[in-house]
């Protein structure tokens, strides 16, 4: 029997072919996309959201979740909504899995609407600005960046695809994104969020400490599919996600210039029956005038509860009193809006009025500190 001996240098150049037909066979994939000279998923073109308009959040009534008939979807609901779940909040049919705290703090962004960034032009940020209604985007792409410009508020993304680090002391409305290819897939990795935006107009939220993971997948020539996956452990309880289709436009579709504050007149109708008010222009010194004191120190029974009068001012809510009335209150940033649960119960209102900048992803201009003590924050 004759022995065949191979050298050890042939044996590396073997290796060395199949790991490299390997790539060649994973870069090539699917046939039916189109593609860069090297490989990877073409996505160049002008694109827009297929269905829907914007990302929609919306209270599910608990009668329908029994069967019954469910409100429109919308800012808090539609139609016959019957007795609402508050503690329950869609976007685009998923339930946002928020923490107790943080759903005080959506109740509060609802009636507040005019605080949302759109009205004055600010950057959508991520997710939203992937279908922001019913403005299309255009994709940029080579082997080493892919640049995504959205026609709303000409918003760009500009992605490195080397699966980079993301920058220490960087926060921006869009974070920072970097991608790295997952087969087929563009994979993006989103942080360094300022936490100045919103997921839609109805109040539902991110803070700071916002992470998303983005998926870009081309299903064929006409369409790719978006999935975000979000993390904020300071805003939801556990990771949660969105998907839907993208269509990609003719050719002859281009993005058009988007005039904003040149033709915006949105933000001086939003009003009560919209779910938020016209903002207080004359500041919280007019608000302090308006409230009738200066100072609200001292032991409360809550009569009703905390009522839902806004004040056309700063004013966020009225706390109804047996002893002294409507003693309007500011939600304080340390402590959230935990009051809007407590009914009939004790409570110490502990400070004066005083002034507060906003700060990132909150926007409370005044408040007067409240503390709940002795009681459930969901007591009835």
Known sequence: MKTFWIRPRFLVLGAILIVALSLARG???????????????????????????????????????GGGARGAAGGGGGGARGAASTNEFFLRGVRIPYLPEAILEKRWRQMNQYMDGEPRCHLAGVPRAAEQPPYPHAIIQDENYLTILYEYVHEPRIIPLDNSSHPRNYWAWDGDSRGHWEGDTLVVDVTNFNGRTWLDMTGNFIDENLHVVERYTLKDTSTYTYEATLTDPTVFSETWQIKFDVRRQPEAEQLLEYSCLEGEGDREHYTEDAGGLKPNLAGPAAARAQAGASSAQGQYTISGCLRGELDKGDVRYAL?????????????????????????????VNGNWEGRKPGSGRFFATSVRVLAEGCSRNGR
């Open 27 to 65: 870069q090539s994939g699917r046939s039916d996309i189109p593609r860069l000279p090297n490989g990877r998923p073409d996505f160049q073109g002008t694109w827009f959201k297929v269905g829907g308009f914007g990302l929609t959040g919306a209270i599910i009534p608990t009668e329908a979740r």
């Open 320 to 348: 109804a009193t047996a002893s002294r009335g409507n003693i309007p209150l500011f939600p304080d940033p340390s402590i959230g809006s935990k009051l809007l649960e407590l009914i009939d119960r004790e409570v110490r």
